[in-house]
């Protein structure tokens, strides 16, 4: 085992991890990456399908400003945010975001005139190069921005504990380099945990494989707050066949240069959503469309995993492949495009929800631990968010390093974590592979806890969820009990995590008794603002759990009504 010290250990290698250690750097800060996979080719950040136009961007108007702030907190987070955050984030991202983006060689889509491509509508979005796949040259900047300014970092290497002083402030993090099998303690004055969503929870998901929860779990086990757990958000037209696709997006959203969209039809060939119809003006799709898909699969005419279709067959060929890579998966399945709709399905995007922080520092509930992106449950999704956040805790750490405790971790956590990591490895018992326990993890997961929960399903799934910790994580068998290169041992260190969060979760689903955007609960349909336009906070008590309320500011956006059904409401 090596011991390394830096002043700052960020734990995630996407958007805001990366954008912290560009700006701690700037600052003469010292700080080290630590990354589960590569640093800027893995994780959420990756996918980024476009940027959002803030603020006056673009020949943006005053009345584009407000749309977007207004998207921002009604449509994107159903008034579950700060507003003021919300506002100061659109004013970073208008004045510095892109142009350093544009300074540092980001290419956005131009016509022939030279003119930057946009979405027609209130809500307007660029893309750098192509729309749907704006993350991978996003992501390819930031990481040659890592490289040139020669900011450590270890890559293939998970984090998995936060390692806490005699005070119990948080001080480095236990590391696996999963490729050598080597250990690694990172001692630091704080941590900044920027490990992304956590939405490869479910047996349809978009996220990577290495989005285990990995952050929630480690910062839950710390003793961190969390708020608003059971906000998920989802994708409505990801491709249903193969499996290995189902982050292939068939979005019925605003596409760039054109006046039209992908329409949906259900399994009776009848349309049920078409942007320009249906949200002409693109405030709020993603919520829309989800609520649009349930109606139909309440009528019977369609399933959460597939049986309805999409496509652009009210499309030329030319507009859509023009700005975009959305025709792409019709060519590779041989189909006629734009002629021929795909089967498509339901899967799991990011969550809105999180640990908890103050959004003017970014610091947790936990001396010594920090939060940047999307493992923060103060906003949901776009990387210019997660990215703003980067600056943000590089802020908050660097007026806090001059009082932050610069003691070493208790030597019995890193001893414990040792212990803990070498059982797993050496698990020889009768039950499933690892692999087995995660799949049944998220078969549950989107059975019991999926788009429409009911508090019967959701008790069962704790049930579920009780017996695989007690039957089959001490069962495990692993056959590989090598140190390198073994993703058996990775995936007995996943599921852990990943039942910790489930849980989490699901008793957070339970306690919102209500329905708002896309968390849908049977028992409990209606929008209730009048008693759940709060944060439902998390917070550990004992060897157990309490929730609290905690009333959300409303100065910019209010809404207009107290109880709805929240399939009659707009966001």
Known sequence: MRVVTTEIVIVGGGAAGCYAALSLNRRGIKSLIVCKGMVGKSGASLFAGNLVISGRLLGNTEANARNTAEFLIKYHNQFLIDQNWARDCGQWIEKVYYAELEEAGLYLRRDDAG???????????????????????????????IIKARVPHLEETVATALLRRSDGSVGGVFCLNHLTGEYTVVVAQAVIMATGYSDR??????????????????????????????????????????????????????????????RMVNSLGEEFFNQQQDDPLAFGPYT???????????????????????GFDN???????????????????GLRFPEQLLETAVTAHYRQGGIDVDTATMRSSVPGLYVAGGLGGHSNGLIALATYDGKVVADGVAGDLSNLSDGPPVEQEIALECGRLDALRNSAGMGMSPIKVKEKVRALMWDKVGIEKTTANMNSALDDLAAIRRDWLPNMRIANRTQSVNYEWLDAIDVVNMVDACELIIHSSLERKESRGPFFRHDFPLTDNGKWLVANVLKKSGNGMRFEKRPYAQPLFKPDFETRDNLEVAW
């Open 115 to 145: 003119n930057v491509v946009t979405n027609p509508g209130k809500i307007r979005s660029v893309a750098a190069n192509i729309q749907g796949n704006s993350g991978v040259p996003f992501m390819d900047l930031r990481r040659k921005q």
């Open 201 to 262: 929870l479910y047996a349809r998901s978009t996220g990577t494989r290495e989005m285990s929860a990995d952050g929630i779990a480690m910062a839950w086990r710390a003793g961190a707050t969390l708020v608003n757990m059971e906000m998920q958000w989802w994708h409505t037209n990801d491709v249903a066949h193969p499996p290995a696709w189902q982050r292939i997006q068939i979005y019925p959203n605003p596409i760039l240069g054109s006046e039209k969209s992908a």
């Open 288 to 310: 829309l469309q989800l609520k649009a898909l349930a109606r139909q699969v309440r009528a019977g005419k369609a399933r959460y995993e597939g049986g309805y279709y999409a």
């Open 315 to 333: 499309c030329t060929a030319a507009e859509v492949e023009a700005y975009t890579t959305y025709a792409k998966a019709y060519h590779q399945l």
